[in-house]
């Protein structure tokens, strides 16, 4: 039996407010972002990946005011220190050390040298409604003590139209993202490849 | 506390936009501001893409569902175009008639339900939201045809005292799609249109 949402008036307005809220940036702290060396802290690591979904999702799928603009094609992975699946619908504190991840570009994240678990992927639709997409996970990411920067791969979401994830498949683009990089970071520090291993498809909220 | 910044902010804004200083000015233009935004949204809303009804492409959907344990009936709905992708993808059901909806003239692509509305008069107006992943009423019109979406009925489920209301939808043998096209021949509209013969042609093969 599937669980729709009916959004009263009421409740409609409460899930507009948690949604301002969230895009407002209440939604816990990301992982930072990074663009130069200078922006990495002592000890930490250079997380390096890219996510895509295939066929893209259409702009005219995401509806965003015009101050939450950045929300647009960009996947939210819900990560933890450990193995932690995501078993209901995330709440604010899920959202904390997650990878904002814009959809088809390499992003570069600073994080600790232990591993990461990504829990699951959100996109979120639109911020009247706060309505999400989840993609599964359950992805260990092979982050360790040593370690300068770490290339994850492309983790790339096959869907069906009706947004149902057929398949999950992790690419190696490492000659693109390691010219990337370079470009970023210089060609002192090394790029360690770890992809990540591949689940089957199944809900994100199993 | 966010709710009451959201409002802060609207009253300072609005205050300063309209430079007003009796107090029922203001709340006189903040109705009239908000009626206006809603007649614009529920334009665009109804409006939505259009097409000839005898159009050889259409494609009719038709389904049902069973509003008796929801708050409201439904009195109309959206149904969502998600292939292909389209600037305009909800289209209009019109108006419902005691849980039946249909709608003549969809071009090829995959669609599902997207929202019902109701209103009453002691439970006020209530919106149904169907979510864009997992829709049960998911659908592909591959060629142009008749399609039967299936009989549903809406069922309460039961959340917490600071959770949305929800529901879920289950199917149902009845009405059957003969009863229902036979309902969607009455409509107006479709007994002068090239859709009144092919129903005609459709029940036939049901009744084999």
């Known amino acids: 039996m599937l669980t729709l949402n009916h959004a009263l008036r009421q409740s409609a307005s409460v899930l507009a407010v948690l949604a301002i809220v969230f895009v407002a940036g209440c939604a816990g702290t990301p992982r930072t972002p990074v663009d130069s060396l200078k922006e990495v802290g002592n000890n930490q690591v250079i ?57 088809g570009k390499t992003f570069f994240v600073a994080v600790d040298p232990k591993p990461i678990y990504v829990r699951a992927g959100v996109l979120l639709l639109n911020d009247h ?78 | 506390v966010a709710k009451r910044k959201l409002d802060d902010i609207i009253s300072s804004s609005f205050t300063r936009n309209i430079q007003l200083s009796r107090e029922n000015e203001v709340k006189r233009l903040r109705l009239l501001l908000s009626l206006v935004a809603v007649s614009v949204l529920l334009t665009a809303c109804a409006s ?17 569902i069973d509003m008796e344990d ?9 149904i969502q175009q998600v292939a292909p992708p389209s600037e305009k993808p ?43 992943q997992g829709n049960v009423t998911a659908i592909k019109v591959g ?14 489920v039961k959340t917490g005292f600071f959770e949305g209301a929800k529901f879920s939808i289950e199917k149902t043998d009845k009405p059957t799609e003969a009863e229902l096209l036979t309902k969607i021949l ?13 129903i005609q042609a459709r029940l036939k093969q049901l009744k084999k």
């Open chain 2, 186 to 198: 009455e409509d107006r509209d479709i007994k002068k249109s090239a859709w009144a013969e092919k």
């Open chain 2, 70 to 78: 929801a708050p409201t009936d439904a009195d109309g709905g959206y």
């Open chain 2, 90 to 132: 909800y289209w209009n059901l019109g108006g419902m008639d005691d849980g039946l909806f249909f709608h003549p003239f969809l071009p090829v692509g995959a669609y599902q339900l997207s929202s019902f509305y109701g209103s009453a008069f002691f439970r006020g107006n209530h919106e149904y939201h169907f979510p864009r």
């Open chain 1, 47 to 103: 997380l390096v990946g890219r996510v895509t979904v295939v066929p893209p999702v259409h702009a005219s799928e995401q509806s965003f005011s015009v101050f939450n603009q950045a929300w647009a094609n960009r996947m939210v992975l819900l990560t933890s220190d450990e193995k932690r699946p995501l078993t209901a619908e995330p709440v604010l504190a899920d959202y904390d050390g997650r990878i904002d991840a814009d959809l």
């Open chain 1, 129 to 206: 409604q706060g309505e999400r997409l989840y993609f599964p996970a359950g992805f260990q990411l092979s982050v360790r003590p040593g370690d300068k920067a770490v290339y994850i791969g492309t983790i790339e979401y096959q869907r069906d139209d009706f947004m149902n994830i057929k398949r999950v498949r992790i690419g190696d683009d490492f000659d693109k993202a390691s010219k990337e990089f370079k470009e970023k970071f210089g060609g002192k520090v090394a790029l360690r490849k770890a992809l990540v291993t591949p689940q089957q498809p199944r809900n994100a909220q199993e």
């Open chain 2, 143 to 156: 060629k142009p045809g008749i399609y039967f979406l299936g009989s549903y009925k809406y069922t309460k």
């Open chain 2, 48 to 64: 939505g893409p259009t097409r000839d009804i005898n159009d050889p492409t259409n494609s009719l959907l038709f389904g049902y």
